[in-house]
T-cell receptor, first 114, second 111 residues
């Protein structure tokens, strides 16, 4: 098992463009979480899935953000009409539902909006 | 969500114990105390968690005050690889499915 993987690791885009990130969780984990982290701050929760169901979304997840996990395996996070304020590290984590205390994080996707 | 307060930064000498404090005076009875750490350029990683009793694992120990309003993460012998940002997080054991990180404590280990 290679852990949680995220792709791409870095993304530079122009303001107004759409971007999509992918997260592949640990294969046995049916919970998947998305967080966003800006410089000098801790990660901020965005949303989480149990299998393919999106069970909770943060107020931070504006209508320009959408996350999917269509087959309960990998997940995608799309940001439409990117803004400079979207520049951040986007982190994905996974866990079993019975071990929520131990979330395994991926290395993150660093987004820079110019 | 209950808040935690941690010092912004701490230093420790290599191979000495490190005590990282966390205050959580508004903790509720169902809140678990978690510690995660984030090494440079990596995602956070789980360190330890507890509810009321002190906990030990291969990475660290967690000492929880009797009134649960504070806790201390103990690294028994700091190594250079322990240099990281350490986050103390509360999670409602009944309804909480995600973590609300603060700004954490940046630990510097001096050789």
């Amino acid at each position: 098992d290679t852990g949680v993987s995220q792709d791409p690791r870095h993304k530079i885009t122009k303001r107004g463009q759409n971007v999509t990130f992918r997260c592949d969780p640990i294969s046995e984990h049916n919970r998947l979480y998305w967080y966003r982290q800006t410089l000098g701050q801790g990660p901020e929760f965005l949303t989480y899935f149990q299998n393919e169901a999106q069970l909770e979304k943060s107020r931070l997840l504006s209508d320009r953000f959408s996350a999917e996990r269509p087959k309960g395996s990998f997940s995608t996070l799309e940001i439409q009409r990117t803004e400079q304020g979207d520049s951040a590290m986007y982190l994905c984590a996974s866990s079993f539902p019975t071990t929520v205390h131990e979330q395994y994080f991926g290395p993150g996707t660093r987004l820079t909006v110019t | 969500d209950a808040k935690t307060t941690q010092p912004n930064s701490m230093e420790s000498n290599e191979e000495e114990p490190v005590h990282l404090p966390c205050n959580h005076s508004t903790i509720s009875g169902t809140d678990y105390i978690h510690w995660y750490r984030q090494l440079p350029s990596q995602g956070p990683e789980y360190v330890i968690h507890g509810l009321t009793s002190n906990v030990n694992n291969r990475m660290a120990s967690l000492a929880i005050a009797e009134d649960r309003k504070s806790s201390t993460l103990i690294l028994h012998r700091a190594t250079l690889r322990d240099a990281a940002v350490y986050y103390c997080i509360l999670r409602d054991g009944g309804t909480g499915n995600q973590f609300y990180f603060g700004t954490g404590t940046s630990l510097t280990v001096i050789p």
